[in-house]
């Protein structure tokens, strides 16, 4: 953690009215407040990645919780990284922790006494869910639950947790749903999501903790992992733009979802927790489109007909799906004054423009040699 500075003197050396200089007593300038001090889990995703620029820029010692892999997994926060070494730069720190390891949880909490935690780690692939759903209960329920409990025994008091809630929890409750919509989750994620935000009402009701949900309906930008179906409809078009894709293989096109910008949404996880008393916020465009809207605003963009490139793969359809999703979020706005500041539009063209520039430089490491075209259709 940052330490005060050492206090400023000053000698005032002003005429006395005899004419010699007069020497006032030392006065010590007003220390700097500490900096306030944050712990992230999900650091290296789209979330974690944004939230920790946004806060960075709010003065904040930012520390991330990372699992263990035998490759990096942190290329969002690649631009953020300073080496540790240089303790007076470093404002961002890495740790190793999971969420399936309560051990590791208390130790960072306790060792780090932060002021803000934000829970943003899951297994948050609603589809592979349905493949692997006991490790997905386990991470992203029994996971906030450990984080929870390791923030309740901490012997820093008064620290304010924030839970990533998702719009999945209300599956096929019908739309525009908000805080008082009833839940109805439709997969082992959804589910897994909704054990979490009652784990975290619980915890704020029995113990006290600032402790609050965000229910944060789908939000995407250039750093959204490659197999969500925004991300995967712009890496594919990039590719198809520039020669080394032709078709792009999809599921449910008429799937409805509020989409928003993930740096937007950030904010609001942090305006949560500066709040006198801890609450849950819905927060959304109120804007829905349906993927196929999503393919006619992307490929559109750069003057190509999504139907020339786009197949039906019933491989991508899952086992009980969620029709339509748009959020009520006027909580969200009257409370905290937040509103989205990227629409559709802009948040589609802006994906699609970054990705077409990583496809033009992955086309040159393949014209070289350097790259196989792999075996994209």
């Given at each position: 953690?940052?330490?005060?500075?050492?206090?400023?003197?000053?000698?005032?050396?002003?005429?006395a009215?005899?004419?010699?200089?007069?020497?006032?007593?030392?006065?010590?300038?007003?220390?700097?407040?500490?900096?306030?001090?944050?712990?992230?889990?999900?650091?290296t995703?789209?979330?974690g990645?944004?939230?920790?620029?946004?806060?960075?820029?709010?003065?904040?010692?930012?520390?991330?919780?990372?699992r263990?892999?035998s490759?990096?997994?942190?290329?969002?926060?690649?631009?953020?990284?300073?080496?540790?070494?240089?303790?007076?730069?470093?404002?961002?720190?890495?740790?190793?922790?999971?969420?399936?390891?309560a051990?590791?949880?208390?130790?960072?909490v306790?060792?780090?006494?932060?002021?803000?935690?934000?829970?943003?780690?899951?297994?948050?692939?609603?589809?592979?869910s349905?493949e692997?759903?006991?490790?997905?209960?386990?991470?992203?329920?029994?996971?906030?639950l450990?984080?929870?409990?390791?923030?309740?025994?901490?012997?820093?008091?008064?620290?304010?947790?924030?839970?990533?809630?998702?719009?999945?929890?209300?599956g096929?409750?019908?739309?525009?749903?908000?805080?008082?919509?009833?839940f109805h989750?439709?997969?082992?994620?959804?589910?897994?999501?909704?054990?979490?935000?009652?784990?975290?009402?619980?915890?704020?009701?029995?113990?006290?903790?600032?402790?609050?949900n965000?229910i944060?309906?789908?939000?995407?930008?250039?750093?959204?992992?490659?197999?969500?179906v925004?991300?995967?409809i712009?890496?594919?078009?990039?590719?198809?733009?520039?020669?080394?894709?032709?078709?792009?293989?999809?599921g449910?096109?008429?799937?409805a979802?509020?989409?928003?910008?993930a740096?937007?949404?950030?904010?609001?996880?942090?305006?949560?927790l500066?709040?006198?008393?801890?609450?849950?916020?819905?927060?959304?465009?109120?804007d829905?489109?349906?993927?196929?809207?999503?393919?006619?605003?992307?490929?559109?963009?750069?003057?190509?007909?999504w139907?020339?490139?786009?197949?039906?793969?019933?491989?991508?359809?899952?086992?009980?799906?969620?029709?339509?999703?748009r959020?009520?979020?006027?909580?969200?706005?009257?409370?905290?004054?937040?509103k989205?500041?990227?629409?559709?539009?802009?948040?589609?063209?802006?994906?699609?423009?970054?990705?077409?520039?990583?496809?033009?430089?992955e086309?040159?490491?393949?014209?070289?040699g350097?790259?196989d075209?792999?075996?994209?259709?």
């Open positions: 953690m940052a330490t005060r500075s050492e206090s400023n003197h000053s000698v005032d050396e002003s005429a009215p005899n004419g010699a200089l007069a020497t006032t007593s030392l006065i010590p300038q007003p220390l700097s407040p500490p900096r306030k001090v944050a712990l992230i889990t999900g650091i995703g789209q979330d990645s944004y939230l920790t620029e946004f806060l960075l820029r709010k003065g904040y010692e930012v520390h991330g919780l990372i263990r892999s490759n990096f997994n942190t290329a969002r926060l690649d631009h953020l990284y300073v080496d540790p070494h240089n303790s007076q730069k470093a404002r961002m720190k890495l740790h190793y922790a999971d969420l399936s390891d051990t590791s949880l208390r130790l960072w306790d060792s780090l006494l932060p002021d803000e935690v934000y829970n943003l780690a899951a297994q948050s692939h609603v589809a592979v349905f692997i759903p006991e490790y997905t209960a386990d991470v992203v329920a029994t996971g906030a450990r984080l929870l409990e390791a923030v309740r025994s901490s012997p820093k008091k008064g620290i304010r947790y924030y839970q990533a809630g998702s719009s999945e929890m209300f096929s409750t019908p739309p525009p749903q908000s805080e008082t919509s009833p989750p439709r997969s082992p994620y959804a589910a897994a999501k909704c054990a979490a935000h009652w784990y975290t009402v619980n915890y704020r009701e029995a113990y006290g903790l600032f402790a609050c965000g944060l309906f789908n939000h995407e930008s250039p750093r959204r992992g490659e197999n969500f925004t991300r995967k712009t890496r594919a078009l990039g590719r198809i733009k520039v020669g080394l894709q032709t078709k792009l293989f999809l449910n096109l008429s799937a979802r509020d989409w928003g910008f740096g937007d949404y950030v904010e609001a996880m942090w305006m949560m500066q709040q006198d008393e801890p609450e849950d916020y819905v927060v959304a465009t109120e829905s489109h349906s993927v196929e809207e999503f393919l006619e605003e992307a490929f559109g963009h750069v003057g190509l007909m139907r020339d490139h786009v197949e039906i793969d019933k491989r991508y359809f899952r086992p009980t799906e969620v029709d339509s999703l959020g009520d979020s006027s909580k969200v706005r009257k409370v905290l004054g937040w989205p500041r990227v629409g559709f539009k802009e948040l589609v063209r802006m994906m699609v423009d970054s990705d077409i520039e990583l496809a033009k430089r086309k040159v490491l393949v014209d070289a350097y790259m075209a792999q075996q994209q259709p």
